[in-house]
């Protein structure tokens, strides 16, 4: 239904920053809300971000406040996740999700609510 494209992961140094970009296929992507994901070796997936289909409404997990900023361009087809300030092996890999359920004007926090994944793209901080 739609086709997710992460990139923009890396090697950075502790304090550093990213711009994770997430491409997305078809022309109904403005009508989706979108999340950012992460998981790192051994642990669970966890919702990161999220950002409902108009941009106007945001969640972000309590850890990455202040640090992390979702945002999108649905002229693009693409939502970011601006991620600074990152710690010290800090090493998961980031997905981006697709809720594709329209117009929903609450973002979704539970991973099954998002029916669409990317590949990922690895971050990696050295310790």
């Known amino acids: 239904q739609v086709q997710l494209v992460e990139s923009g992961g890396g090697l950075v140094q502790a304090g550093g920053s990213l711009r994770l970009s997430c491409a997305a296929s078809g022309r109904t992507f403005r009508s989706y809300n979108m999340g950012w994901f992460r998981q790192a070796p051994g642990k669970e997936r966890e919702l990161v971000a999220a950002i409902n289909f108009s941009g106007g409404s945001r969640y972000y997990t309590n850890s990455v406040k202040g640090r992390f900023t979702i945002s999108r361009d649905n002229t693009k087809n693409t939502v970011y996740l601006q991620v600074n300030s990152l710690n010290p092996a800090h090493t998961p890999v980031y997905y981006c999700?697709?809720?594709?359920?329209?117009?929903?004007?609450?973002?979704?926090?539970?991973?099954?609510?998002?029916?669409?994944w990317g590949q990922g793209t690895q971050v990696a901080v050295p310790s």
């Open positions: 999700a697709a809720d594709v359920r329209p117009y929903r004007v609450i973002v979704e926090l539970a991973a099954n609510g998002y029916s669409e």
